[in-house]
C-alpha cells in the first residue's frame, strides 16, 4: 500500500507533510522515535516541516491507528509504526536501547490476573527496565531515537522507585 492509500484508508487527507512524516517511519532503521527524531530526520532529507507539524501529525497519526505511541524516556513521547500486532518492551536504562518482544505466556498470565481481579483485559502495555549486561555495549551514547547520551537521567524517571 502506498503512503497516500494508506493515509486515505486511515481517513486522513495525503498532504505533504503527512506523506513526508509517514516515509520517516517507513524507511527509519529506528523503530521508536521522538517527534524531535523525526524532526532532525526531516531536515537531514531536505523537508521544510515544522516541529509543530511534526507534533501535530504524529497526535493525528496515533489517533488514526497509524502509529502507536509510549513512554519510555525521561516522560518523552516515542513513537512506531503500527503494525496491527501487540508486543513489549525491554528498556536498557543504560544505553537507552529498546527490544521488542512477544511472550504468550505473560500475555495469558495477564489476563488470567485481570480475570481474577473481575476485570476484561482490553489493552496493555509493558515496558520491562533491565540493565545492559555488555560493558561495551555499542548503543551506548549513541544519541536520538530512544539512546541515552550522556547527561540524561536514567530510565525510569526517578530511577524506578
Not at 487527507?13 to 517507513?26: D, G, H, S
Not at 515544522?50 to 504524529?58: D, E, I, P
Amino acid at each position: 500500500m502506498t503512503q497516500v492509500e494508506e493515509l486515505k484508508s486511515s481517513g486522513l487527507k495525503a498532504t505533504l507533510p503527512r506523506i513526508r512524516i509517514l516515509e520517516v517511519f517507513q524507511k527509519a532503521s529506528l523503530r521508536h522515535m521522538t517527534a524531535e527524531d523525526v524532526f532532525k530526520a526531516l531536515l537531514a532529507d531536505g523537508s521544510d516541516i515544522g516541529l509543530a507539524t511534526v507534533y501535530r501529525v504524529l497526535m493525528q497519526f496515533e489517533q488514526a491507528g497509524i502509529l502507536t505511541r509510549s513512554h519510555f524516556e525521561s516522560g518523552k513521547s516515542v513513537f512506531e509504526l503500527n503494525e496491527g500486532h501487540h508486543h513489549d518492551h525491554l528498556v536498557c536504562m543504560s544505553c537507552g536501547r529498546v527490544e521488542e518482544f512477544f511472550d504468550p505466556e505473560i500475555e495469558a498470565r495477564q489476563r488470567a490476573i485481570a480475570q481474577d481481579k473481575g476485570f476484561t483485559l482490553r489493552d496493555h502495555a509493558l515496558a520491562l527496565y533491565a540493565q545492559c549486561i555488555k560493558p561495551d555495549c555499542e548503543h551506548r551514547g549513541n544519541g536520538p531515537g530512544g539512546v541515552r547520551t550522556p547527561g540524561q537521567t536514567p530510565w525510569p524517571p526517578g530511577g524506578g522507585q
